[in-house]
Structure formats: structure tokens, C-alpha cells
């Protein structure tokens, strides 16, 4: 089985998510099903459709975040030792060496990224060239508008 590597942070809000679907979403979809099924006619009925659809939605949800904690390899950042190189849920301080725009990044989970937090997937072309860099190296990342430089200006495990 492949693990899927998440942060403690992005674990928590996996569990959380499933709680919620599964004790709020999950009882609010069969309340709407069955108040659209007292209406009558389903064939014609769309708010039963709707209903239905989003039941359909929240138990393929609740699958997979099920199956992606089972697979989950949770690591705790502040728990790393990597001797100033760059692993996943690394934070690294970045400068672009074209512009000398300084930019700061924590390596998380596909589930975890936000980019507007400063969050990048492991999957993401930056942070793939990143990994197993340390503080004074430079990482070239192609990027639609061609290839950026960023030198790495510090490496943080919190």
C-alpha cells in the first residue's frame, strides 16, 4: 500500500472533515431525502435529485478521506532532524534570484496545500526541486513562464 504523507496539522483536519460529514452533512442529506420523498412523484422530483446526488457526494468523501488516514504516514515537523536539508514539512525561506523576492514555503501533503498560507504540495515542481537541498544551494524550477532560480536562504522544521 502507498502512503500518503501528511503533517500532523493536515491529519487533524482530515478528522475533522470526516467527523463533520459524518455526524453533520450525512443526517442533514438523509433529513433532505426523506422531506423531498414525502412530496411524492420521484421522477420528477429535484429536490430528491439534488438530495441524492449530494448523499452520493458525501459517502465517495467520507471514502476516501477514510482510505487516505489509513494510508497516512503522519510526520511531525518539529520532530525533524535532517541536518538543514530540505524534506517534506520543511519550511524554506526562498529568494528568487532574478527579482530578490523573498517568498517562505512549508512543504505538506496534495490535501494540505494552500498557497495563500505558504502551503506547496510535495508533488508540486518547487518543492520537488527542492527536496534534499540545504541552506545556500540554488533549486531551478520550470515554470510556465520559464526556468526560475531561488536560492535557499534558510531551512526550518516547526
Same mark, same amino acid.
Given at each position: 500500500?502507498? /502512503?500518503?504523507?501528511? /503533517? ?14 459524518? /455526524? ?10 426523506? &422531506? ?22 458525501? &459517502? ?30 520543511? /519550511?524554506?525561506?526562498?529568494? &528568487? ?53 531561488? &536560492? ?7
Amino acid at each position: 500500500m502507498v /502512503t500518503i504523507p501528511l /503533517t500532523r496539522r493536515g491529519a487533524e483536519k482530515l478528522k475533522e472533515e470526516l467527523h463533520r460529514l459524518k /455526524t453533520v452533512e450525512r443526517h442533514a442529506v438523509i433529513q433532505a431525502i426523506a &422531506e423531498a420523498r414525502a412530496q411524492g412523484d420521484l421522477s420528477e422530483n429535484a429536490e430528491y435529485d439534488a438530495a441524492k446526488d449530494k448523499q452520493g457526494f458525501i &459517502e465517495g468523501r467520507i471514502l476516501e478521506i477514510e482510505g487516505k488516514l489509513a494510508a497516512a504516514q503522519v510526520i511531525d515537523p518539529s520532530a525533524l532532524d535532517a541536518g538543514g536539508r530540505v524534506v517534506f514539512g520543511a /519550511t524554506v525561506d526562498l529568494e &528568487e534570484e532574478a527579482s530578490g523576492q523573498r517568498v517562505v514555503y512549508q512543504i505538506v501533503g496534495d490535501d494540505e496545500a494552500d498557497l495563500k498560507l505558504g502551503l506547496i504540495s510535495i508533488s508540486s515542481p518547487i518543492a520537488r526541486a527542492l527536496i534534499g537541498k540545504s541552506e545556500g544551494d540554488v533549486a531551478e524550477v520550470r515554470a510556465p513562464g520559464g526556468v526560475k532560480a531561488y &536560492e535557499i536562504i534558510g531551512v526550518r522544521y516547526a
